[in-house]
């Protein structure tokens, strides 16, 4: 939606930027009037591609404590409302069709930017998560020789095979009492005993800050293995791939590698 509005925005700076009802009469366009054609439509466009360009990191670049995204949405904005008020203020002129077509699209471009980090269906980046195998986890050594790694050498208990998943904190037939996955601890005990272990999420859940703010910073997605690498109550600290840490609240049917 972002790309198509700017490429609309683009082609509707060339047109008439206003209409004189005379077939004869030279109708200007934007780019007649740089600061139009440069300092509104172009910094729609531009705002466009900051917003592709930040989506398509796997962790956003940041400008002045503000990543690229937030500049992109910033831009659209500013060009939506700058049209908005141009076709308002027109007068006894009418707006051509570059103006109108330029206003629509700005207000389509504007819409998408804005909705994309709300909507959670297009929070997703344009660039896939690096995958598991090729991500060195910092407990256990190389990727598959640490315990509870995926495809890894896993502990069979009562018959049960390896690297088949588990649902968290279930007990595994023949498991003695002292292998059993971490329970929570108890209000203000330690968690000296936890052993990291990789799990995956049966439905799309946030990734919180560890400074308690509920302020996500990811989002785990099912079909993907994340590190638990510590335990907080009845939350984890989970790892991304990427190498990010947060707090995971809701641990109910999770699965260990």
């Known amino acids: 939606m972002v790309i198509g509005a700017a490429v609309v925005l683009f082609i509707a700076s060339f047109?008439?930027?206003?209409?004189?009802?005379?077939?004869?009469?030279?109708?200007?366009?934007s780019w007649d009037m740089l600061g139009n054609g440069i300092g509104v439509y172009m910094v729609g466009v531009i705002g466009a591609a900051l917003i592709v360009l930040s989506r398509s990191q796997p962790q956003p670049r940041k400008v002045a404590g503000l990543d690229l995204g937030q500049f992109g949405v910033a831009a659209t904005v500013f060009t939506a409302w700058n049209l908005f008020w141009t076709i308002i203020d027109l007068g006894q002129i009418d707006a051509g069709a570059g103006l109108i077509l330029g206003f629509i699209a700005s207000l389509a471009l504007a819409a998408g930017a804005i909705a994309s980090p709300l909507v959670p269906a297009l929070k997703a980046p344009l660039a896939g998560a690096p995958s598991p195998q090729a991500v060195q986890p910092p407990y256990g050594g190389q990727p598959g020789q640490g315990y509870g790694y995926p495809g890894g050498p896993q502990p069979a208990f009562g018959g049960q095979q390896p690297g088949q998943p588990q649902p968290y904190g279930a007990q595994q037939p023949g498991q003695p009492e002292a292998q059993k996955a971490p329970a929570a601890p108890a209000a203000g005990g330690g968690a000296g005993d936890f052993t990291p272990f990789w799990f995956a999420v049966p439905v799309a859940r946030q990734l919180y800050n560890e400074d308690g703010s509920q302020a996500p910073i990811a989002e785990l997605a099912p079909g993907t293995w994340y590190l638990a690498v510590e335990q907080r109550g009845s939350a984890l600290i989970a790892q991304t791939q990427d190498g990010r840490r947060g707090v995971l609240q809701d641990t109910t049917g999770i699965q260990r590698g």
């Open 15 to 29: 047109l008439d930027y206003y209409d004189y009802g005379n077939a004869a009469a030279d109708a200007p366009n």
